[in-house]
């Protein structure tokens, strides 16, 4: 199965005269900074990590099945003109969703993956925040106050999300 798997945390420095190197260090994307004394500890911190990313995806990977979802059904309702302004930005839109997907997964090994995971995960959010935005106007303009509140819904569990992956760690 595919998931995001961040290793690299900074090894103690007994010889340092700066205490803070005494410790194992961890450093995430969303400037948080982790410190542990022992090994143990900092192990069962990457694995809660590592975990919560893999749950953080899924249920990002669930908002992008609903968001195209709903897309798809909205693209009924454009005029030609419509369909080529906002159908081909959308596009672009959701490709560069899933190569940010393809990225966090790929780099999340490298050397700076803690940094790039969470980097990766708040561009796909800042674009789900402007295609809800896009997709919640047209439906309200077309008078479907249905579906504009289902994608509000969708839009409030993104907010949701995002301070989550925020907040981790700190």
């Known amino acids: 199965m595919k998931a995001a798997k961040i290793e690299r945390f900074d090894e ?12 194992f260090r961890v450093v995430l994307g969303n400037n948080s900074t982790n410190t542990f004394s022992n090994r143990k500890h900092l192990t ?8 919560f990313l893999k749950t953080k995806l899924f249920e990002l990977n669930k908002i992008y099945i609903e968001v195209f979802t709903e897309y798809r059904k909205m693209w009924f309702y454009f005029d030609n003109e ?32 803690n940094w790039m995971v969470f980097k ?5 959010i800042t674009m789900f925040e402007g295609i809800l935005r896009e997709m919640i106007d047209v439906q309200r303009t077309k008078s479907n106050y249905v579906e504009k509140r289902n994608l509000e819904v969708v839009a409030s569990r993104l907010e949701y999300l995002k301070k989550t992956i925020e907040d981790w760690g700190k």
Do not use: P, V
């Open 12 to 23: 103690k420095n007994k010889n340092s005269i700066l205490t803070r190197d005494h410790s």
């Open 44 to 51: 069962k911190f990457l694995a809660e990590t590592n975990e």
């Open 82 to 113: 419509q369909r080529e302004i906002i159908a081909m930005r959308f596009d672009e839109d959701l490709q560069f969703i899933n190569k940010s997907f393809t990225l966090i997964i790929d780099r999340s090994g490298w050397e700076n993956g």
């Open 120 to 124: 990766h995960l708040g561009n796909i």
